[in-house]
């Protein structure tokens, strides 16, 4: 028996190459195995191939896989873009339909299983998928029954026929390999786990359920891969809590109305991608200068223009920190990994209401749309801050508010609207502490200084999450999805490596990260652009960069352990 391994089913998008994933996976989950998966897409919406790559393991796993061992493939097309990727002996559960072939040179074994003729014995050739899912089980030792419970959550409410006839193509996909398997080579079958409690999610629903357990009313958002699935999610749960969700004619609107919400006292929050980010920049600038909290949830791609909507990229880090023109302060946050997307996602909204500024959370395509198995959210760690919020009456002689005064914080109170006493002006124009328009130089120097302030030495509890000790042969930072990869790497590795993954990328936390970079003998900073966006950050912030290095990876797909493994002994 074997703890791990990694299972990919292809064809053309459309085909059902989602569900087929969906069905195996979420049902191993359910077994308890730990799960990590990716899926490869194409832009267009139907046509064209599609992969869905799940690594399943006995313990926590947070990367894809280096290899594939079990390829279930529906087209010609799957094991010709593919099969390399298979271990030795590796195995194709091939649609018999098409006549599967497979390049001679590769040292895998290809097996031909009637997946459309069974399927149409039961009714349908759509489900071949369910008898890919059974001789996937077959091969892997699974307990079939297992798999009856997630065949009734989907089809259920298609009445009891549909139900029996897709356990029963499931079945028969599952004994034809059985009945096989003496002639197979390799051991498949994973080690038995005992059931736990877990969730098995992307990255996207973690940020959606953490905007809600922050307190968010209202969203307003236009739709853009990868950031789409989080309005889909709001939409579904946001009206349960009497929210509300707008699907705007534009990013400017969306993040305009969330302004807007935000003002009026509501939590509020956009989400969108590089290309959306872009058109929201002059106002997150308004944020900035009115001191309204915003957040906004950046789910990166690759780019520039449309780029590569459907593929890894981690290049959005300079727009994020200085697209705006001229200088407002702000907050860019990166979750470490799924689960901390949760808890992140809820400070966050603190951070925005505590300093009054636009936050970013940034996560990545990879982060965003994987799925992975991850702990159950402790909502007892959530902690909601509204800041210097008042929402009492002001005894005051009639004068307007002083909302912009300046303090030694930065920060001032915030009465909202329809407080008495509260009242005051609000513009984008430069303004004195009471908001009226004023550019004099004075008032100008006065008013940036304050605004600059509140998060000039800002560090939030854990910036960075720290593996190792501050003195090491080697320190690798990196962030997002980039994490689990690195781990994996460095633990392969062994040594003296300490790994940092950053949480907070701006303001830079310089103070928190210098004992490491110190450390150091060397500092390796892993990342998925092509010009080091956090590598050139990092060293506008630290001295010494002549022991620093950057990997990058910008070729749309995620960083796999074996290539930063690779580098790693290079450069040490």
Known sequence: MI??????????????????????????????????????????IKGGHTNNNIRISTKEVRSISDHTNILVAFDQETIDINAAELVDNGVILADEKFNPEVDESLNVQLISVPFTEIANEHGSKLMKNMVAVGASAGLMHLDIDKFKDMIYTMFARKGEEIVNNNIDALKDGFNYIQERLNAIEGDFE???????????????????????????RFMAAYPITPASDIMEYMIEHLPKVDGTVIQ??????AVTMAIGSNYAGARSFTSSSGPGLSLMMESIGLSGMTETPLVIVDTMRGGPSTGLPT?????????????????????????????????????????????????????????SLGKQSANPFDLSKVEIDRGQIITEDIENDGAYFERFKPTESGISDRPLPGVKGGIHHVTGVEHNPNGTPNESAVNRKEQMDKRMRKVKELSIDTPFKVNGEEESDLLVISFLSGNGAVDEAVERVGDNITTIHMRQLFPVPIEALRPYLDGAKKVLVVEQNYTGQLFNVLKMNYHDHNKMESFGKYDGTPLKPMEIERHIKQFM
Do not use: C
């Open 190 to 216: 994973l080690e038995k786990v005992n059931e736990r409690e877990s969730l098995y999610l992307i990255g996207n629903d973690a940020i959606g359920f953490g905007a809600l357990n922050a307190g968010v």
């Open 3 to 44: 703890s791990q391994l990694s299972w990919k089913v292809g064809g053309q998008q459309g085909e059902g190459i989602e569900s087929t994933g969906e069905i195996f996976s979420t049902t191993l989950n359910r077994m308890g195995y730990y799960l990590y998966s990716y899926r490869h897409f194409s832009s267009r």
């Open 248 to 253: 705007t004619e534009d990013e400017i609107s």
């Open 311 to 367: 593929k890894q990229e981690q290049s959005d880090l300079m727009q994020m920190i200085y697209g705006t023109h001229g200088e407002v302060p702000k907050i860019i946050l990166a979750p470490a990994d799924v689960e901390d997307a949760f808890y992140l996602t809820t400070e966050a909204f603190n951070l925005a209401d505590k300093y009054q500024v636009p936050v970013i959370l940034l996560s990545d395509l990879q982060m």
